[in-house]
């Protein structure tokens, strides 16, 4: 008889083939938003630039405006919260839907946009920087990323003996 026990059956992990765990593809799907943050966004014609971290906070005020490029962060979202849920059809329809609402932001270019509540001062969009481009890029990531995610109803074949 043996005095050492038996060796541990290990749980699935992200290294063996099979996929990412869910919460590395969020990491992996937050990092382009984080970067789109910090980098320039709207250049209106007084000179003023917007940094992308400035249009998250206040994109939301556009649906006044007629600009719902904004919303394409909610489905954005969802897809998300899908890609956690590992629901790959989900995560490819709210991204998809994502990636539609986003593409109202160009009709940005050229509108003029009230600068203050009474619509007194007006200042019109000229070009966008970077961050639009690495924007569109996180809302695409779930979907690509859920392809490298285990899907839930899979199952791991027991270990051969």
Known sequence: MSSQP???QHAHT???????S???ALGITLAPLFVSLALPALTLDDGTVWSG????CMGWLGVFIGQYGWLA???WFLA???????????VIAFSVLALLLSLASFTLIGTEIPMDEAAVKKATPTAFGPALYV????????AIIIFWVKPRNQRTPPPLP
Do not use: D, E, K
Request: glycine share 6%; with cysteine.
């Open 53 to 56: 971290a400035y249009l998250f």
């Open 135 to 142: 924007w569109l890029l996180a809302l695409l990531t779930p």
């Open 14 to 20: 992200a290294s063996q083939p099979g996929g990412l």
């Open 6 to 8: 038996p060796p541990l």
């Open 73 to 75: 962060n909610i489905a």
């Open 80 to 90: 998300i919260f899908c890609l956690l849920l590992r629901s790959r059809i989900a």
């Open 22 to 24: 869910p919460w590395l």
